[in-house]
């Protein structure tokens, strides 16, 4: 593998680091071409050449991931179940006729990466070292067919704490005229023309006062799939439901680590269909205590209230849930060392 190390090493940036706002010294980058992917390089993080016609501008044929590195609490680096990315990458790399990749070799590249910029990752409470794996198509033409050159790179980016003021609650809109994925599109893969479809819905219900949207299927506006960037779970009772994998939901994976924790736990875990008007009713009668996100970005994110129908509903007594709190500090714990990790899921770096 080749590791070439920037001669013109960048200033660390001083809090408050937001998010994706800086980037570190160096990154991976790998291309495909003649059939073949290279082998993964390190290399400082630099600008890219490309030309106008290039097919990814014109097309979208690109996928991208998101994972994070931890500094651990014995001063180490861990990562958080990344293979389980990289599959998650191989597959949306499939749907968009985009080769695979090794995901061991890339595994390894990206080892190499973090220890040589092991200095950006931050150290404050909540705070980590965002990580952007992303394949791009690279043929110069405009027909409308697969590439057959492709850029492979990951970048790093420190970022703030996502709860800057304490671990809160958000409020959420229902989205009913746009839709953000069909079954049979790409919706549960990680393509790049799926954020940029989600951005009017996401701007019309931040301008009424809402931090994301919840969004609806795309035949009959009834069932709910995602939230945002986000998948999304139900208290009912002390069971934990969410919303079934039907092919336009992403298959998160905290949403995964969230439902075997529960199970772990003895907690009763449904995947299956959930109208929008069952947890207006379950809201209103009390039925439903809890409403939480699930993400790389937040881990997990209580919903305080949610508007339907030009109607505010709030969930619970409008604060953070114990569900939704336990397994934030849970997962947390075990992202930082803080936790024995009984799973296997933290990798130490």
Not at 59 to 73: H, P, R, T, V
Not at 99 to 105: A, C, L, N, Q, V
Not at 156 to 173: C, H, I, N, Q, R
Not at 261 to 267: E, F, P, R, T, V
Request: aromatic share 12%.
């Amino acid at each position: 593998m080749t590791i070439v190390k920037t001669t013109n090493p960048k200033p660390k940036p001083i809090s408050p680091l937001g998010f994706g706002r800086y980037f570190t010294d160096h990154m991976i980058i790998m291309e495909y071409d003649s059939g073949m992917w290279d082998e993964p390089q390190v290399v400082p993080y630099a600008s890219f050449s490309l030309d106008p016609s290039t097919a990814v501008f014109h097309y979208g044929q690109g996928i991208f991931e998101g994972l994070k590195a931890y500094k651990a609490n014995d001063g180490g680096t861990r990562l958080f179940r990344p293979l389980e990315n990289l599959k998650r990458m191989n597959d949306s790399a499939n749907r968009l006729c985009i080769p695979s990749f090794d995901e061991e070799k890339i595994f390894d590249a990206l080892i190499q990466l973090l220890k040589l910029d092991v200095g950006w990752i931050p150290s404050e409470e909540g705070t980590s070292l965002y990580i952007r794996p992303a394949i791009i198509a690279l043929d110069n033409s405009l027909g409308v067919h697969p590439s057959h050159k492709y850029l492979f790179f990951i970048i790093l980016s420190p970022v703030g704490a996502y709860y800057a003021d304490g671990f809160g609650t958000v409020k959420l809109f229902v989205e009913e005229r746009y839709v953000r994925a069909s079954k049979g599109g790409t919706g549960g893969h990680k393509v790049i023309g799926n954020y940029a479809a989600s951005l009017k819905a996401a701007a019309d219900a931040s301008q009424e006062g809402y931090a994301q949207v919840m969004w609806l299927d795309a035949k009959e506006h009834k069932y709910i799939e995602e939230v945002g960037s986000m998948n999304i779970f139900f208290v009912f009772d002390g069971k934990l439901i969410t919303p079934s994998l039907s092919g336009s939901i992403l298959p998160g994976i905290t949403r995964s680590s969230i439902i075997e924790l529960a199970k772990s736990k003895g907690i009763n875990v449904a995947e299956r269909p959930i109208a929008i008007d069952e947890i207006v009713a379950s809201v209103e009668s009390g039925k439903c205590a809890e409403i939480f996100g699930t993400g790389t970005a937040a881990v997990v994110s209580p919903v305080g209230a949610f508007m339907y129908k030009d109607k505010e509903y709030t969930v619970g007594d409008g604060k953070t849930g114990k569900m939704a709190k336990s397994f934030f500090d849970e997962l947390t714990g075990i992202q930082t060392g803080r936790i024995k990790d009984k799973f296997g899921w933290s990798v130490k770096i």
